[in-house]
Every structure is written in structure tokens, then in C-alpha cells.
């Protein structure tokens, strides 16, 4: 855990973060957990959430609510040297990323952040800040700053997805043209994206090992709706959306009705085929707070996703979040969880994935959770922060021996 203290003036240093999830969802992914580590340090965070639309008052009403009040009363100080706010975009986005991502419409979304953040950093003190960017949405704004080192941090491979528009590709290759320092997820998406700027590096995803460990404390108590389901619960945690393998997941429940399978987590995409399974439930969306509640009722905890470019270039979280509860885990066979493969259940086919929770329902033994556990321990977000800290000294010694 990292111990907050207060930095010299020569040392510290200015952070803007570009468009990462929700501060407040239930989803708290590495850029949450790198403002807050810059933070502790002593160092002063400006965290800028994705922009949301004006159609979200009819999707998720209390969020816009809550994001409205953010943009016009912000930003919100959450403490010593972390402030958090919000935009709002003219055009509506779908995953994070506009459908219209031309020149005028990425324009006109940028518009109110481009003259906003450029004020805000001089109000917070942000001289010169090192800007990390989520997506390739936020180049008009770092155009418009003069930040002392441009990191792009690539957790998905956007430009794969089927649903973005083809532009945002041509878009995301300016942006990695303009980085200074590209970070990714896993390694095969550094293979993606190293051919096209040599400073890029992988850096995997990890976990706040102490918070999901709490799942094992005597006093930590599983949920109702979990508690008083009869059988074998087989869970989920995370956004229901479209990499998810539907179909596999429909056939498992129904092969096994005596076993529960339950997703925590907003939902995104058409999810028809398993809404009338019995033995499905779903949860919605839970505090992050709750989520080692939920875990301390899973008997196997699982990463279903679908085969394609994206998902093989992916590092999920979640299972850090699960290694660290010490759940069993059954998960598709990604590249980068290969090399956990005596650690979970790798699924290559969907018909294995009811045969490997099987397996993985018996392995709950006090030294597979032990192992589980100890390996956790070695991919906590700390030990990931303090390799992107090298990393950015580097880039920025480089760019101080370039002048």
C-alpha cells in the first residue's frame, strides 16, 4: 500500500488523465488506481472522465444527472492533489468513442474541453502537465496544451472493434505518431502498435490485492441475492457487452440447471439469448465497495469473452480481481493468461467450458487458494505504477537530452 507524503517542489510533478471511465462506477480499472497513486505520492492529478451525451437522461438518468452537476459545479477535489471532472459531448458515442469521428464532429465535441482543461490546468497549477490519454478522441485537446510528455495508454485495440467507425483508426495512428510513450495492456497489443512508434511497452493490468483479498475475511458477508441461491454459483463481474460469448454461456446454463450463473455488471449490448434462461441472473450494477462481497459467493468466477482481434489483445482486469479473492477461475484462452495456465481453467472451445467449471469446482483446497493468492500478490497496481513511473523518467530524460 502506498503511503501518502509530501513531495519536494522540485520533484513534484503534474498529471492530466484524458478521458478514463467513470470516477464513481462500479468498474475501477488502472487509470482510477494511477490517479490515485499519483496523488498519494504528492504529485497533482487532474482526472478527466469519457464525455457523456445528452441521450444518457434517457439511458442512465441519475448518472447524467450526477455527471451535469460535475461539469458545471467542477472539479471535484476527492483529496490531497486528485481532482476529477467531466465534459459533455454535442454527438453521441457509442463505446467510449463517437459514431461521427470526422473532422468537424470530433471538433465540435472538443470544442468546450479544448478551452476548459487548458484553463483548468492553469487554476489547478498544472504547469506543463504529463498527459496520459485513453483514446485517440481527446488528440484535439493535447493539441491544444503544451504537456511535457504524451503517454497513450492502449488498453483494447479500439481500431479492431467491428461497431467503431473506420476514421478512428486513421485517427488513433495520429495519436500514436504524437506519444511520446505508448503503454499497453498485453503484449500482443504491443506487437500492434510498436511498428508504428518504437517507445512502446507493455505494461499488464493488476489488481488492489488488498481490497479483493478482503473476499476471504470471516466478517465479510455475501449478498442475499447471492446467499439464498440453491447449487454451485458460477459468476461474473464486469460490463455485459458484446465480447462476451453468449451462446456458450446459454448452452452451459442449460446443461447445468442445477448450477447458477450470475453477472454483476451494467449491461450494453443485445443480451436476448440468455434472458429467459432460468438458472441466468442478473445483478446489475454494484458499488466497487461490494464487489469482494459478491466474490466471497462465487464458487467459480469466470471470463466467457468471444474469440476475435480484440479480446486476443486484451489483459483483463477482472482477473487480477479474481486471482486476488482466491476464487476458482474458468476463463477463455486469451494470450495473455497462458501463462497462468496452472493457476485457472483455460477454455479453447466452447464445448470444454462446462467440463472446466466442473474442474474448477474442485479446486477450492486451503493450497489452491494459497497459490491463487501468493500470485496475486506479484501483479498488484503498485508494483505496475511504479514500472510506468521508470518509464515515463525515461521518455522524459530522452526528450531533456534531445534539446
Avoid at 460469448?245 to 446454463?253: T, Y
Avoid at 501463462?339 to 477450492?364: G, T
Amino acid at each position: 500500500m502506498i503511503q501518502e507524503y509530501v513531495i519536494s517542489k522540485k520533484d513534484k510533478q503534474s498529471y492530466l488523465i484524458l478521458y478514463g471511465p467513470t470516477w464513481d462506477g462500479a468498474s475501477q480499472v488502472s487509470k482510477h488506481h494511477l490517479a490515485k497513486y499519483w496523488a498519494k505520492l504528492g504529485h497533482s492529478v487532474l482526472y478527466v472522465e469519457s464525455q457523456f451525451h445528452l441521450i444518457s437522461f434517457i439511458t442512465r438518468m441519475k448518472e447524467a444527472f450526477r455527471l451535469s452537476a460535475r461539469f458545471i459545479f467542477g472539479p471535484n477535489k476527492i483529496t490531497n492533489n486528485l481532482w476529477i471532472h467531466c465534459f459533455p459531448s454535442i454527438f453521441p458515442y457509442r463505446s467510449g468513442v463517437s459514431f461521427l469521428t470526422n473532422s468537424f464532429s470530433l471538433a465540435i465535441n472538443q470544442f468546450i474541453p479544448r478551452i476548459l482543461i487548458k484553463k483548468l490546468c492553469k487554476t489547478l497549477e498544472l504547469d506543463n502537465p504529463v498527459v496520459i490519454v485513453g483514446t485517440a478522441t481527446a488528440l484535439p485537446v493535447i493539441q491544444k496544451l503544451h504537456p511535457k510528455l504524451v503517454v497513450y495508454h492502449c488498453s483494447d485495440d479500439y481500431s479492431s472493434q467491428p461497431n467503431f467507425p473506420a476514421s478512428f483508426k486513421a485517427l488513433e495512428e495520429k495519436l500514436i505518431a504524437r506519444s511520446d510513450l505508448i503503454i499497453c495492456t498485453a503484449k500482443a497489443l504491443t506487437e500492434v502498435k510498436a511498428p508504428m512508434n518504437p517507445q512502446t511497452y507493455t505494461v499488464t493490468n493488476g489488481a488492489d490485492v488488498d481490497h479483493f483479498r478482503s473476499s476471504l475475511d470471516d466478517n465479510t458477508e455475501i449478498p442475499a441475492e447471492i446467499k439464498d441461491l440453491s447449487g454451485p454459483v458460477i459468476g461474473y463481474v464486469g460490463t455485459v457487452f458484446e465480447w462476451l460469448d453468449f451462446e456458450m454461456i446459454a448452452k452451459a446454463a442449460r446443461a447445468k440447471p442445477e448450477y447458477n450463473f450470475v453477472f454483476i455488471g451494467p449491461v450494453t449490448t443485445d443480451i436476448s439469448i440468455i434472458l429467459n434462461v432460468p438458472n441466468i441472473h442478473m445483478l446489475g450494477s454494484k458499488s466497487y465497495s461490494s464487489i469482494p462481497n459478491y466474490l466471497k459467493g462465487f464458487d467459480v468466477a469466470t471470463i466467457p469473452f468471444i474469440i476475435h482481434d480484440v479480446t486476443l489483445r486484451a489483459s483483463p482486469v477482472k482477473f487480477y480481481e479474481y486471482l486476488a479473492s482466491g476464487t476458482p477461475i474458468v476463463a477463455t484462452r486469451l494470450p495473455d493468461l497462458e501463462r497462468f495456465e496452472n493457476l485457472v481453467q483455460l477454455v479453447s472451445r466452447p464445448d470444454q467450458y462446462v467440463e472446466s467449471i466442473d474442474i474448477a469446482l474442485k479446486d477450492k483446497s486451503t493450497t489452491a487458494v494459497s497459490k491463487r493468492l501468493a500470485e496475486a500478490e506479484k501483479h498488484s497496481w503498485e508494483s505496475r505504477f511504479e514500472k510506468i513511473d521508470q518509464l515515463i523518467d525515461l521518455a522524459l530524460e530522452k526528450l531533456e537530452s534531445s534539446k
